[in-house]
């Protein structure tokens, strides 16, 4: 065993140096120590409280983890902390108006697309950048940007139907 590694367990200590992160997060400034190892869904849920973003499947294939970062998609169950260091992160409370929902939003409840609910904060970050970079997609850009999503319950028609809903819509 290594003599860091001995030490702190020795001491009961924490083993790594934390340093510090700046980010935004939904518009605000957080300015906070993260130990190097930390993943950017952890901080979000445990250390932001922030449990909008789901933990489905730690290996970067569900999206049910998937946040914005400076407004593309990303699974945050994969990615550092430290690497979004001085970067802009959305997450689902980020995308979701203070007063009600987002006509995306309201769109996913009008067509069923929710069902269990657990991957939809996932499908609509995803939906919300798509629409920003797209606001008309067709069926098949639609597909291709969700396609990191995972869905056991809709059969993905519901969830293409509302995004397609709400490009009508405008978002």
């Known amino acids: 065993m ?5 030490g702190a367990a020795a001491n009961g200590a924490e083993a790594t140096s934390s340093s510090s992160l700046k980010i935004t997060v939904n518009g605000l400034p957080i300015d906070r120590p993260c130990p190097p190892e930390r993943i950017l869904l952890d901080l979000l849920r445990e250390d932001l409280d922030l449990t909008g973003t789901k933990r489905g499947c ?14 593309r998609p990303t699974l945050s169950c994969l990615t550092l902390a430290r690497l979004v260091d001085r970067r802009s992160i959305t997450t689902i409370e ?3 108006p203070v007063h009600g929902l987002s006509t995306l939003q309201r769109a ?11 991957c939809t904060p996932g499908f609509l970050v995803t939906a919300t ?4 970079e ?10 291709d940007a969700i396609s990191g999503n995972l869905c ?3 059969g993905y028609t519901k969830i293409i139907e509302a995004i397609e809903a709400a490009a009508r819509e405008g978002r």
Do not use: Y
């Open 108 to 118: 996913f409840v009008e067509h069923g697309a929710t069902q269990c609910g657990f």
């Open 2 to 6: 290594p003599s860091r590694a001995k």
């Open 94 to 96: 980020g995308v979701t």
């Open 129 to 132: 950048a798509l629409l920003e």
């Open 134 to 143: 797209r606001p008309h997609p067709t069926r098949s850009e639609i597909i």
């Open 152 to 154: 056991r319950c809709t």
């Open 58 to 71: 730690d290996l970067g294939t569900c999206g049910c983890c998937t946040v914005l970062v400076d407004g």
